[in-house]
């Protein structure tokens, strides 16, 4: 019972979320999941590993398929999510904890980005 309930909140918060805020989420369960390949790749836990670059993958994937390309900045980010991707198969395939900490920190600093805008877009309202 507790659980649907939970599931219903949780539902009810994500449609009361502006682009922004949902841009942001996004952004942020990525970068968990990347933090936690990486800590899974520390502990040799191979499978958790895979699990969590995969799922971050697909999330890229979404925002990718989420841009609308009339604006510019939209070509831009789908080169860098191409980019992304290329780099998080790579890693998959290699098990390499030194790009994987460098997408870890390209997605970081992007997504600090986009919270910057929000802000600032959210502020002068």
């Known amino acids: 019972m ?3 309930q939970f599931q ?3 539902g009810q918060a994500i ?6 805020e949902l841009l942001l989420l996004l952004y942020d369960e990525l970068v968990k999941r990347l933090t936690r390949a990486e800590l899974a790749l ?3 836990d191979y499978s958790l590993f895979e699990a969590s670059v995969t799922r971050g993958i697909e999330i890229i994937h979404y925002l990718d398929d989420t841009l609308d390309m009339q604006y510019e900045i939209s070509t831009n980010l789908t080169r860098l999510y191409e980019f992304f991707v290329y780099e998080l198969n790579r890693v998959l395939a290699g098990r390499n904890k ?3 900490a460098r997408v870890k920190t ?3 600093e992007l997504r600090d980005s986009f919270r910057t ?3 600032n ?3 002068g309202k």
Do not use: F, H, I, W
């Not at 449609?15 to 922004?20: A, I, R």
């Open 2 to 4: 507790e659980s649907r």
């Open 8 to 10: 219903q909140y949780k």
């Open 15 to 20: 449609n009361t979320m502006t682009p922004g």
């Open 42 to 44: 520390g502990k040799e």
């Open 98 to 100: 030194t790009e994987l």
């Open 106 to 108: 390209m997605v970081t």
């Open 117 to 119: 805008a929000d802000k």
């Open 121 to 123: 877009n959210n502020s």
